[in-house]
């Protein structure tokens, strides 16, 4: 089994940064993507960013400029710099891992932190 250990979130004022970190440990076979979903009260999960292990990355266009995933593979752990953060930012944030398999691939998710931006 495959465990998510996220760290890294809070409380920020507007314009300030935080970086998520997630790092995967236990057993994976080969992992095709890590990244970050959202969700804030009263909407749906979205994804923010993610990371694949060939190389390309995606971002929500709500924080493109703003937020850069990044991938250390030898660690397995997935980072999330988000600068010039926004009110809008607010959310529960869901460390999410795909792991490659046959027939179907697995997806595993961290607990979750909260991002919490206010004045």
């Known amino acids: 089994q495959v465990r998510l250990l996220e760290s890294g979130g809070g409380l920020v004022q507007p314009g300030e940064s935080l970086t998520l970190s997630c790092a995967a440990s236990?057993?994976?076979?080969?992992?095709?993507?890590m990244g970050w979903y959202r969700q804030a009260p009263g909407k749906q999960r979205e994804l923010v960013a993610e990371?694949?292990?060939?190389?390309?990355?995606v971002y929500a266009d709500s924080v493109k400029g703003r937020f850069t995933i990044s991938r250390d593979n030898a660690a397995n752990t997935v980072y999330l710099q988000m600068n010039s953060l926004k009110l809008e930012d607010t959310a529960h944030y869901r460390c999410?891992?795909?792991?490659?398999?046959?027939?179907?691939?697995?997806?595993?998710w961290g607990q979750g932190i909260q991002v919490t931006v206010s004045t």
């Open positions: 999410n891992l795909v792991e490659l398999g046959w027939p179907d691939e697995y997806e595993y």
């Open positions: 236990g057993s994976v076979f080969t992992i095709k993507a």
């Open positions: 990371a694949f292990t060939e190389g390309t990355t």
